[in-house]
T-cell receptor, first 114, second 113 residues
Framework: AQSVTQLGSHVSVSEGALVLLRCNYS??????LFWYVQYPNQGLQLLLK??????LVKGINGFEAEFKKSETSFHLTKPSAHMSDAAEYFC????????????FGKGTLLTVNP | NAGVTQTPKFRVLKTGQSMTLLCAQD?????MYWYRQDPGMGLRLIHY???????AKGEVPDGYNVSRLKKQNFLLGLESAAPSQTSVYFC????????????FGPGTRLTVL
């Protein structure tokens, strides 16, 4: 079975600081990995996805993530936080025996302080 | 394209009442999903469908039923609502092939008193 662990349910950064949101996964087969963002009272929007091409994936709004197989990690970063980045972020994995499904982490709430 | 739409946006039920949530997508996606989102729990899969006329159970199916009579629609039913079903419900869809990205609707906030 596949699973996702997001370290830190709440991360707080200052505007202009580095954003680092951590995601570790387990999967018995090479996975597809995703980061989604959810703004208050909205649905989930795809930020970026890893599909076994380049290990460094660039997404929308200046976010990127690096797939590290040896560490089973897919951490999300952004060099300089903006107030508009305040939202909840979800890491998800697809793969293994049930290719229909995405397994989500519990989410990390990002707060950006002025 | 409207993408994935959900009806209604909000609903308040009394314990024991029934209701149906409607999800519609105009992207010709084969797969559709219903999730519930609760604080600190992430998204949990209730039921899903890989094609018209087919449905399958997800992680938390008890108390819910679904139907996929048309490719573009996926209905979620609560036959006898319970307070434990108070949640935000999201519908999602995706293509059968490709990189398996799911597209989400805006959600339905359900309160059961």
């Amino acid at each position: 079975a596949q699973s996702v662990t997001q370290l830190g349910s709440h991360v707080s950064v200052s505007e202009g600081a580095l954003v680092l949101l951590r995601c570790n996964y387990s999967s018995s087969v090479p996975p597809y990995l995703f980061w989604y963002v959810q703004y208050p009272n909205q649905g989930l929007q795809l930020l970026l996805k890893y599909t076994s091409a380049a290990t460094l994936v660039k997404g929308i709004n200046g976010f990127e993530a690096e797939f590290k197989k040896s560490e089973t990690s897919f951490h999300l970063t952004k060099p300089s936080a903006h107030m508009s980045d305040a939202a909840e972020y979800f890491c998800a994995v697809s793969g293994g025996g049930s290719n229909y499904k995405l397994t989500f982490g519990k989410g990390t709430l990002l707060t950006v302080n002025p | 394209n409207a993408g994935v739409t959900q009806t209604p946006k909000f609903r308040v039920l009394k314990t024991g009442q029934s209701m149906t949530l409607l999800c519609a997508q105009d992207m010709n996606h084969e797969y559709m999903y219903w999730y519930r989102q609760d604080p600190g729990m992430g998204l949990r899969l209730i039921h899903y469908s890989v094609g018209e006329g087919t449905t399958a159970k997800g992680e938390v199916p008890d108390g819910y039923n679904v139907s996929r009579l048309k490719k573009q629609n996926f209905l979620l039913g609560l036959e006898s609502a319970a307070p434990s079903q108070t949640s935000v419900y999201f519908c999602a869809s995706r293509l059968a092939g490709g990189p398996r990205e799911q597209f989400f609707g805006p959600g339905t906030r359900l309160t059961v008193l």
